[in-house]
């Protein structure tokens, strides 16, 4: 593929001067099956590597609903009750779940942020596609 | 780029809104537990105000027995 990018090669192969009609449509469509081939196949991965991300994100989603229903049920009804006095014990035990939840939230936005990032890439599969043989060159002949 | 036939990426725009639910979903998630510190932070303080509430009131009840046991010179 001598283009910069696929959308370049199948302008390319419109540009050129063929001998007759039939073979222009004959190349023009063997262009695009074979970038749209190309395309399905980074697509293909992007979706997997979409599906890599929501799956990796399971421990942190159950963190989550742990570190919820503690600081809920445990502490936050308890003391707000009266059925829980906020003595040094209790201290402690919500300085850890503090620690906890923090984090928790620190990576669930990161994990969202991520996959906002995923997304724009799924959304565009043929843009991304051509912007990834722009920025590495290497791989247009692969 | 809208001048050529367009692909067709029907299973990336799936996988696309499918990340973005999800992205929601954890945005959500991460919400609730901010608003469960806050919470809990709101809870700690009510009780603490409770706590001392109640240890005033051990305290005057103490000084005032203390003095109604007191016996006259």
Known sequence: ???NDLHDFRLEARSTVYPNRAAEDAAVAAADEYSFDRVRNFERSLKLTAEGHIARQEGVVADATAVTTELR????FPLASGTLDADQPTIERYQKALSKATSTVARLREAAKQAEFHAARCDD???T????LRAYPALRNR | MSDLPAYNGANGKAAASQLRRRAAQWTEKADTIEAEIRDTEEAFTTALARQDELQATRDRLARRSSTATRVPR
Do not use: R
Not at chain 1, 129 to 132: C, G, I, L, R
């Open chain 1, 73 to 76: 049920d445990e502490l936050c």
């Open chain 1, 1 to 3: 593929m001598p283009a």
């Open chain 1, 129 to 132: 596609y051509n912007q990834t």
């Open chain 1, 125 to 127: 599969a043929y843009g």
